[in-house]
């Protein structure tokens, strides 16, 4: 029967193990990582992330769209900060340089919430 | 020569086994009651995340005690009325909620601490000291006034204090959201109320890891309610004392005796109220409540954990 049945046997295991290297292939590129990631979400609640892990120790400045007028964002190697926002009390300027997961730069007024993550201690919030 | 049919059921199986199953995650963040509020779903196809922001904005607009909205009897109605407001049977029932809470918890939550709140706040955004003569009057009033309820929903303030749900309200709306979900079968979520009011359901079946900040530890929870207190959220140093958005309603102290206080539960209405009730609470106080009342209680000192529930494990 072994014999009848010997090339589907074949293929069906090539076909397995072929599937079970994709997996890790996959799972290796999208899983765990040391990076830290900025995750910025907008006014429009459109999210942006950045690599802060690929930046300098440079800060460099982005525009992040405000819901009243758009936000200066500074960046730099596992670092974010607010440089300029129009919101009347400045909470979020005055947060000053965040490099902790999970403790999110929040602009109520222009409605812009950024936070860092990273795969390295996993978590899923940090309170 | 094998056959075409076994060529292409072989292509087709390839095809089936080596896809990548992509996630269904959804996320948006929100900015009600002052602060916002994330929702992540994971693998729920079926989220009406529309629906529960109309749910949110709702009780935003109700428990706004700083504006008011055309056709809507709110918070700020009641402060600003000297007579009786009919309001909404979601708001009738959170501030009955919050008179039962002043009573269980005797008297650290107070929902007509309104007028000291806002004291705290101004003096945390110019980083001064209020004026003590200010803070006495404002304790005067909070013991001279009482909330008082007629039939119809019938709402008014006796005295000069004005009500500030911001102890109770996040939690409360997480608790509506958590009963919301479960009637439409979703369970895999994580709601993070501005980082104080947090619900959990479970992540694909599993616990999530709750770090907790500056003491480089963290622990797994999944299907419960998290609320947690911290002076890191909102302060300012004077002489070396931090003063911080936590008011004890019966000396005016902005002055906590813990730097953080993690209660979990899954009441969220009970774990907000009494996340911010621990910090005025010494530790012994805390557990016998906590031992009461079947919570678990995280203490956080110096940046060091000073009390925690033998049922929370802890991983570095």
């Given at each position: 029967m072994f014999k009848k049945y010997k090339r589907d046997i074949i293929l069906i295991s090539s076909l397995l193990i072929i599937s079970l290297l994709a997996c890790l292939v996959y799972f290796n590129f999208n899983g765990s990582s040391t990076n830290l990631v900025a995750n910025i979400t907008d006014s429009n609640n459109v999210v942006t992330q950045i690599d802060l892990e690929k930046e300098t120790d440079t800060e460099r400045e982005i525009t992040v769209d405000g819901l009243h007028e758009d936000l200066k964002v500074g960046v730099k190697h596992n670092a974010i900060r607010v440089i300029y926002s129009s919101c009347p009390h400045q909470d979020c300027v005055k947060m000053g340089t965040v490099s902790i997961t999970n403790k999110p730069i929040v602009c109520l007024y222009n409605?812009?919430?950024?936070?860092?993550?990273?795969n390295a201690d996993g978590n899923d919030i940090n309170i | 020569m094998y056959s075409k049919q076994r060529i292409l059921m072989s292509f087709l199986l390839t095809l089936f086994l080596t896809s990548c199953?992509?996630?269904?995650n959804i996320s948006k963040t929100i900015y009600p009651f002052s602060t916002y509020l994330t929702m992540n779903f994971y693998n729920e196809g079926d989220v009406d995340i529309d629906e529960i922001t109309n749910i949110v904005d709702e009780y935003d607009k109700l428990c706004d005690p700083?504006?008011?909205?055309?056709?809507?009897n709110n918070l700020y109605t009641i402060n600003n009325s000297s007579d009786f407001v009919k309001v909404d049977a979601k708001l009738y029932d959170i501030l009955k909620m919050g008179i039962d809470a002043q009573a269980k918890t005797n008297g650290y939550?107070?929902?007509?601490?309104?007028n000291l709140s806002l004291t705290w706040k101004e003096a945390i955004e110019n980083k001064t000291l209020p004026n003590e003569d200010v803070i006495s009057k404002e304790i005067l009033e909070i013991n001279n006034s009482s909330l008082e309820f007629k039939d119809d929903y019938m709402v008014k303030i006796n005295g000069d204090a004005n009500l500030d749900l911001g102890g109770i309200t996040k939690g409360y709306v997480l608790s509506i959201?958590?009963?919301y979900l479960a009637t439409k079968n979703i369970t895999k979520y994580l709601i993070n109320g501005g980082n104080s009011s947090i619900i959990l359901g479970n992540k694909n079946g599993e616990d999530f890891k709750i770090g907790i900040n500056n003491v480089g530890a963290g622990f797994k929870a999944k299907e419960t309610s998290i609320g947690t207190s911290s002076v890191d959220e909102q302060y300012f140093e004077v002489d070396?004392?931090?003063y911080s958005h936590i008011i004890n309603p019966f000396t005016g102290s902005a002055v906590s005796k813990h730097e953080t206080v993690v209660v979990i539960n899954d009441n969220a209405t009970l774990m907000d109220i009494y996340s911010t009730v621990f910090m005025m609470l010494d530790t012994e106080?805390?557990?016998k409540i906590a031992e009461k009342n079947s919570f678990k209680v995280i203490v956080i000192d110096n940046k060091q954990i000073t009390y925690k529930d033998s049922e929370i494990e802890l991983y570095v």
């Open positions: 409605k812009v919430y950024i936070v860092l993550i990273s | 199953g992509s996630s269904n700083y504006n008011s909205y055309e056709g809507i939550f107070n929902p007509l601490i309104g959201l958590k009963d070396g004392v931090t106080e805390i557990i």
